[in-house]
């Protein structure tokens, strides 16, 4: 079936990733090549998820989740393929940008390829899997939205940081539900390494300093998905149970896409498209209901 190919770039997780660019894209000045930018940024994250999914086939079954590989749906072949061809057209579409913006889109192809394939597998290392997630996403990908439109500048960094801490906590709980499949499957991860009570703790910690940080740097979208979510993960401490975990990850992290949709008004209907379209397509194709904000 034609979709599942597409739905096999997960979709879902191109969310942050477009979230991320955007922040970045406005920080650096809102300028540029925007379309061919984000567009070649998402071929690439695709080509990185697909790859996840075909080393972790193993894990995704026993946490029941990714069916696409995991149940046999998608060839194991086609799956290399596509993954290829993704990997390919991103890497020759960054060259039409400046180098900066090439180092950090290699960079972004470096880090996706360390965190899914052996020896490297930083997926499956504890504190480097969480080190991956939250300078991927919260400086590489937004430094690859900001050089889009913007100059490279050391102040890259110093702007990131607020974001690096808020996908670091949102990705510490990540990891939680799926502890005992990981366990079983051999892999240490953040989650595995240190427990759902310590796990609980450090997110929330990471939360509060991006709260922090956003108020030092005056970055207002930050501040205002780290005001929501900082009670969610306190609450997540105080009364740990799958629900209010999920609930942390799943209301608290869209808080900073929908910030971004008072600055891009236009992303809003994008998102509503790719979320109706998501229910449509594993309600007919698995008869199951997803996504939802507790399962």
Known sequence: MFWDYIFLIRPTLLVPVWTFFLIGYARGGGEGRFFLSIFAYSLLMGGVYILNQIVDRETDRINKKLFLLSEGIIPLKHAWCEMIVLFVASLTLSFLFPVPYRIFFFISFIFGILYSAPPARFKGRPLLDLFSNAFGYGVLNFGIGYLTSGEFTWKIFLYSLPY?????????????????????????????????????????????????????????????????????????????????VLISIRIGAPILTLAVCFLYPLFFPVLLLLYLSMRIYYKKRFNYDYPTLTR
């Open 164 to 244: 690096f801490f808020a996908v670091g906590g949102v990705f510490i709980n990540t990891t939680i539900p799926d502890i005992p499949g990981d366990r079983e499957a051999g892999e240490i991860t953040t989650g595995v390494w240190l427990g759902e009570k310590k796990c609980l703790f450090l997110s929330t910690i990471f939360i509060f300093i991006s709260l922090v940080l956003s108020i030092i740097l005056k970055d207002i979208l930050c501040l205002i998905a780290a005001s929501v979510s900082l009670p969610l993960f306190l609450y997540a401490l105080l009364r740990p149970s799958r629900k209010s």
